[in-house]
């Protein structure tokens, strides 16, 4: 699966890894998360955020959410858009998040967590979910299995974890063997719970790695996914340089949706940073990055990808990861 992330996994960027995917295979998809006190007053596609023509792909939008009234009115909304599922963020440690009690925050209060996720479930029709990280400052497992419990409790479907602290961001390394325990706790409890792993998978090796080490039900990946959206497939990778014309495929297809439906403002940033987030995999992203800065309007960042890729281009198994 996909990831959500702001400022990447909007609607161009899903059509783009969309299209690596096997015909017939079905998984959800994420938007970038999305603030419940917005919704109610937006109207379908107004922002790149909020495009859902893709929804009959299965739209997993993710909320920002804590308080009642906006969840209920998001919540209908987004099913009018077409959202397949819905799930809540409590993963995000941005200063702003924890500020206004949601994100990540909501993992220091167990009891208001599992209001926000009966709230949700009472106004969905569609199944809900949860990302959460493990844990606020410390992995104490048997808080984070309680709020697990609590969530479950009340009413959502599966979670997805990232198994690091909100303390930690993206530093360090994701605990995949946080996720094996919890997965073995709830089965002797006999109470299975699907949980979606997710963290620092870089390639196909990583994805067998990950359902080996964790037992999760699914693999989610973030920030790899935006140099190789053909680890959707969940197949091993050709070689390197058929990667590297593959990913710039991938652009092109991205560009088109942006050209057809972004004005060139939006395009352009949304672009610059989908280079940014895969430029470590990507021989030479640096000067890819240069060139596509310097383009001034569709057409010239069309040519600047196409005069990049008229070369053979190499993309790398795994990066240092660190950011
Ligand atoms: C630029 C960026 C934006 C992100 N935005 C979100 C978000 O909106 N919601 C969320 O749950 N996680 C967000 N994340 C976290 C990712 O979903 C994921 O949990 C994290 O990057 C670890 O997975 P990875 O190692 O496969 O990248 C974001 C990550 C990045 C790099």
Redesign the pocket.
Known sequence: ML??????THYAVRRGVQGFLPEGARVLWPT??LNSRRIPSQHESETPEINFKDHEWGLCP?LLANDETFIRLSVKRLESWGASAIDI?M??PVEKALRHNYGVALMGDPKYAQEVVAHTVESATVPVSV?LRAGLESKDFDYLHGFVAGLIDAGASWVTI?PRTAEQK?KGV?DWNLIRRLKARFREEGRPVEIIG????QCFDDIEAMFQESDCDRV?????MMAKPWLIRNEPEPDAETQGAWYGEFLLRVLSEMREHYSWDAGRRRMLFLIV?GKPWIEFGEYLQGRIQAARDYAEMEAAILKFFSQPQRILKRSS?RG
């Open positions: 990831a959500p992330m702001v400022g990447l970038e998360m993710q963020n993963g995000c990302k990232h993206r994701a997710n963290g620092d998978v989610m990946v973030g920030r790899a987030w990861l």
